[in-house]
């Protein structure tokens, strides 16, 4: 049975046993999101031992060559030493310098962009405090020829990361970033675009719609936004306001239990999505005019969009999901 040592203090792991599951189990505190590989919120650094080859799946070379790996994924077949990533390795320095209220759930974090960080409207960043007690995906809103990134920040009763930034990051506090991570982002394609997201989901489908637009995508843009009631379409107006300026650009607000919003719908995104698909040229024998789809938001909701897509012929190649519980 390995062993694994964690600032000093050594806990057992089962044989075949997850490194994440093992250390929580015995009531260590660390990162961690998806508990699949997809986040890299759990990576951490092995200071001693060896790596499991699994445990390493898409890290970027010059951090697998310094033995980080992601604790979900780690079945430990030796002793190993470990320990929490070193920030200069890591993270990258932003400054917040703006934290307003969208609606009584949802914050806009705006934090100063980071030397030498690049990045795609859509993708995700992993944020932790300077002391990486915490750390929880957000995905990016903003434009890189913004001078900041914007993150859209779900207040959660219980949730460590959102109370902490709601309660205690003030402007003018460092915050780290991880390097961008995700391949929900724009591509130039000749194709409609097809976007849909429930609640803060339309964070990344914010960036890469202006994105889309900012690089004069010359096909119909639909983006459908899909919220519990009407507060919840915290972007109404600025996205109304969007749509006026563009022609080629359809905003949907879609609410499921209050009245219709202006020029949007009730009932469910799910019908929405469907019924938005079936108006555009999507068969399968015209894939050369298939939209190109991103939906993000709800776990469950965004897997339904998706079957959805795929039952009405588009490839899987050209749908792109970036979704949360
Ligand atoms: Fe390990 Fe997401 S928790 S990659």
């Known amino acids: 049975m390995p062993t694994i040592t964690f600032e000093n203090q050594s806990y057992p792991c089962e044989a075949g046993e997850l490194l994440l599951d093992a250390l929580t189990r015995q009531g260590v505190n660390l990162p961690f999101g998806c508990r699949a590989g997809g986040c890299q919120a759990c990576m951490l650094k ?55 209220a969208l609606n009584a759930q949802i914050i806009r974090l ?5 030397e030498e960080f690049s990045y795609r409207p859509g993708q995700f960043v992993n944020l932790t405090p300077p002391d ?33 930034l709601a309660e205690s990051v003030n402007n003018g506090d460092f ?14 394609q000749p194709r409609p675009l097809l976007l849909a997201g429930t609640g803060t989901g339309l964070a990344p489908l914010y960036g890469i719609t202006r994105d889309a637009l900012g690089q004069q995508h010359p096909h119909a843009i639909t983006l459908l936004h899909g919220a519990l009631d009407q507060q919840g379409l915290y972007h109404h107006d600025a996205l109304q306001t969007l749509a006026d300026a563009h022609s080629n650009l359809h905003y949907l607000p ?9 020029n949007g719908a009730q009932g469910s995104i799910q019908d ?32 339904a969009m998706r ?19």
Request: net charge negative; charged share 20%; hydrophobic share 40%.
């Open 46 to 100: 092995a200071t001693d031992g060896d790596v499991p080859a699994l445990a390493q799946t898409n890290i970027e070379e010059k951090l697998r060559r310094k033995h980080y790996f992601l604790a979900c994924l780690c079945r430990p077949e030796s002793d190993m030493t470990i320990a929490l990533p070193d920030p200069a390795d890591r993270y990258h320095s932003a400054i917040v310098f703006e934290k307003v």
């Open 110 to 114: 705006r934090c100063s962009l980071p």
């Open 132 to 164: 990486l007690s915490i750390t929880r995906s957000y995905s990016l809103a903003s434009l890189p020829e913004e001078p900041f990134v914007e993150f859209h920040i779900r207040l959660l009763p219980d949730g460590r990361m959102s109370r902490w």
């Open 175 to 188: 915050i780290f970033l991880s390097d961008p991570l995700g391949h929900c982002y724009y591509r130039n």
């Open 254 to 262: 879609v609410v499921l239990h209050d009245g219709a919003p202006a």
């Open 272 to 303: 929405q999505f469907a019924h938005q698909l079936e108006t555009l040229p999507s068969t399968d024998c015209d894939a050369e005019r298939q939209p190109l789809i991103f939906l993000c938001g709800d776990t469950a909701t965004v897997a």
């Open 307 to 325: 079957e959805t897509a795929l039952a009405a012929g588009i490839a899987d190649s050209l749908i792109y999901t970036d979704s949360f519980g």
